[in-house]
């Protein structure tokens, strides 16, 4: 890959930087956070890194990106007759791009129309201030690592406090009304281990012998919708819908998918931190209904 003012490459895409290499990348898909190398052909693979196979048959090479010196998106522009353009296509000769100015008498003299927007093929010696711009996409990718493990990824969670010390619970009371903890190493008093489960280190605790019992969980609005949040898929926030409206759920192309007890419909929606509001961390205690 070379970039020189003559020949922008790639002219719209995506770059990683591994051992000081330039490669072109791609989100992995299935394995976030990780970036896919796609060496060009002919070139010798990145040192290090196992192959796979794209759903397309194209192969690449995922890395984690804390491996990656940069991961940025490329695009370039140029200027004809003074006007603005978006690279999107070059050769030895000529240069391709999407106009982005708005003088429409200008487009309609010199430009093809295409639906509702102007492009143009000029000779290379005819075209101006041709630049590179680089949006970084290493540094926003640790951010939301480093935001979806505080949050830990936004997952529901259980816990009961025992002599002052917390423990992972169970969401619901057994049969016979006890409380499963999961303590580990831990050996707390007075508290009967789960035959259930020998050597998994969790003990059985009465509503009475806790200092506090209670669900952490995340709440969420997509679209003007109400979700209550599940985890992450490929770093995108996953949530139920909780509003009572079909119309919001067929309009929005929800996901119907069958509840973990396989007994109802539930909607559901995949989203990205930046397009969710009111995200809000919610503390329900289930000692008072003992």
Known sequence: MTDTANHPSPVKGEVAVFHGDRYPARRAVGLWPCVE???????????????????DGSVGYPVAPERL?????VTW?????????????????TLSGDYLGSDEHFAKEHLKRLVTDYY?????????ELEEHREDLLKPLHALVRRLAEA???RPKVYAVYHGRTYPAAAEADVSGLIALTTGDDLPEDLVADSRYPGAGRFLAAPEQLDAWYRLHWTFRWRGGPFEAVGTV????KGVYTGGSWGFADNWQLTD?????????????KAGLNGVTDLEQHRTDLLANQ
């Not at 070139?43 to 290090?48: D, F, N, T, V």
């Not at 010196?69 to 998106?73: C, D, F």
């Not at 200027?79 to 030895?92: M, N, P």
């Open 37 to 55: 190398l796609l060496p060009e052909p002919g070139r010798p693979a990145p040192e290090g890194l196992a192959p796979r196979e794209g759903a």
């Open 69 to 73: 010196e940069a991961w940025y998106a």
């Open 77 to 93: 522009t140029f200027r004809w007759r003074g006007e603005l353009f978006e690279c999107t296509a070059a050769t030895s000769t």
């Open 120 to 128: 143009g093929v000029f000779p290379r010696d005819e075209v101006t």
């Open 152 to 154: 830990d990824h936004f």
């Open 234 to 237: 490929d770093g995108r926030i």
């Open 257 to 269: 998918e069958s509840d973990p007890d396989g007994m109802q419909t539930r909607y559901t929606v």
